[in-house]
């Protein structure tokens, strides 16, 4: 049983109960008299020759939209429904066959298709009535049956304190195969949001902030601005009722005023069109409650031009670029508020030119510019794209009689966005139902997109704020722990890096597949899939690993095994002066019986250019000629002193390699230079920065000629993106 029907013996007369004044709604028509429906359905079903009194109304509207529609399926279920439901009333008093009914309206008069209709009225039948889902399926076909079973609530008796949660899990499911499930869903929380005020302070309260926090975003998120807009004001009065009547106060102060600034910019734009000879129809937007409040929080005192929009439609795009010329050059635009959601269309299908143009009295009036087809997908979302089983929407097939299948059987359902793509990918990895629901609320409270490009040319819609951590779960799913860096537009970037729309993303991916997240990796998600991801894999590891502070493998808290611990060189003591040999260094000085030492700023190795300079206690330094040091001292006038290489061909070189963090990269580099058969004299890994790990190594190669091997060598370790030749800084 819903929260809205209780049974009664007799369904006798129904006495009103007083309701809170409903706010304002943006439609041509008017709210029905639900007592009246009430009692047109308490006559009962008539016969096959006619349609019920009751359902005329839904018969109206879905004609205007489909003029051929078949109302059979209608009747029947408005009769299959009204029996069932008989003797059941809303807490409103009103029988409570008018609650589908009023659900189908909504849905009829935004374009819904018959078999959306068709469930909506049967949308309550297995949940509060003997109906089951199969005689529905026996009785309406496969599709109305998936609908109905979409929006039917799981029991309580079940599921506890869960059940409200998992019934969202279900329909979400369920809406990732079908949209219209969520459409019956949204027109059905809107007439009960429209009915509240008979039901305890508590209970509107609790509805409201669900209503918030998943149905009007998956409203805005499906595009269907209509039940997203009253929904905001209905939640807004329960919510902030103060600030709701104070706004409603601006609303109706502004409505009383002797001028109108829209109406007169209005009849100004409808001039300069006619002048240009673009047939445009221009209408005033009144802005909602929500709306005037938001902008008088941004903007303080309101006037005439804040409290709603021109709305410009035109018959083709051509002319919204049109219309857009003539309105900047008419009048003075507003450059900052210009937005092309025709080129660009936002994740939720929506297509307008948003503009603004200021009068001559300082008064800005914001403009949007859309064609007919546009309007009607910015109002009605995915509702007015129809059944996703049929011709995709914009072929010239598409319509009520257009209702045919792909020839695979397959649904071609082009509603299906990214989001809920995504959405439906974290919700089967989050089965603890708390964390499902708090996670859903924080994914839906993220309204805005941006689209980064991947390395293969691919594209990657991720919220706003997305980081390159998000960016790897996105493209790779669970591989992306072995992530070890990435370029952002071609620089290289921490994980940690926030993305900005358009920004090219290529991931470096590890070749080692026990690479695994680091915990750091969680202050950079901002994704429920890669929070999932990283929580489940770190969860994993902690009860893989025993009491020792090594996991099962072996490896210690920084994934490092015990072998290399051990083989790691210590690090040297800063305290003591390098190892610095007069003999071997293969380098002859043209001063006679001097000893020639190699400096240790920039360690040249045979085949490089060098320069020698004099040092205390007689010796010579020989540095590489573009050596910061030496460079520095020529500029001083120090005397250099010749030297060159000799037959010598081993070498000490320094090398540094610059590397993204990772488990156990210490011992893969090392191991990777004893490949190489050169010996490691002393190395150094200073602490990590933005996930960037700079590891220092003097070397001792037995030949020169090898050192351009063994650097390509350790570039080649997974993790390190630069191996370079040591080099002082120019002071």
Known sequence: MSAEATNAATPGAVTPVPQSPPAPRRRSRSRLDLRRLGRAALLGPTGRDRL?????????????????????????????????HRGQMRKSGEPYITHPLAVTLILAELGAETTTLTASLLHDTVEDTAVTLEQVRAEFGEEVSYLVDGVTKLEKVDYGAAAEPETFRKMLVATGNDVRVMSIKLADRLHNMRTLGVMRREKQERIARVTHDVLIPLAERLGVQVLKTELEDLVFAVLHPEEHRRTQELIAGNAAGADDPLAEMAESVRAVLREADIPAEVVIRPRHSVSVHRVSRKRGQLRGTDFGRLLVLVQE?????????????????VVSEFKDFIAVPKFNLYQSLHTAVAREDGQVAEVLIRTHRMHKVAEAGVIALGNPHVTPPGSDEQGEGAERERPDGERADPTRPGWLSRLL?????????????STLRQDLA?????????????????????????????????DAHSCIGARVNGRLAALGTVLRDG????LLMGQDPASEPSREWLDHARTPTARIAIQRRLAARAAEAPAGGTSADGRDEDGRSEDAIRDVPPAPDPSVEPDVSFRGTGVIAERPGSQVRLAGCCTPVPGDEIVGFAVRGGAIAAHRTDCATAVRMLGAGREPVGVHWGETTGCRVTLIAESFGRPHLL?????????????????TVEPPVRQRVRHTYTLHLPDAAHLPALMRAMRDVPGVFDVGRAATAAQ
């Open 52 to 84: 019920p009194d009751a359902i005329s109304h839904v018969a109206e509207a879905h004609r205007a939209h489909f003029p051929e529609a078949d109302l059979e399926p209608l009747r029947h279920a408005y009769v299959l429904a009204e029996s069932s």
């Open 317 to 333: 795009d051509a002319d919204c670029y049109g219309v857009l010329g003539e309105l900047h050059t008419c009048f003075t635009p």
């Open 503 to 506: 920004d090219r993303v290529q």
């Open 667 to 683: 011992a893969d580099l090392t191991e990777a230079i004893a490949a190489e058969g050169v010996d490691i004299v002393s190395a």
């Open 446 to 478: 993220q309204d805005r997109e941006i689209t980064v490009f991947r390395a293969d040319g691919g594209a990657l819609g991720l919220p706003e704020g997305a980081t390159c951590v998000d960016a790897a779960y996105a493209q790779y799913g669970e």
């Open 425 to 437: 990918a974290w919700q089967a990895a989050a089965p603890d139902t708390d964390i499902f629901w």
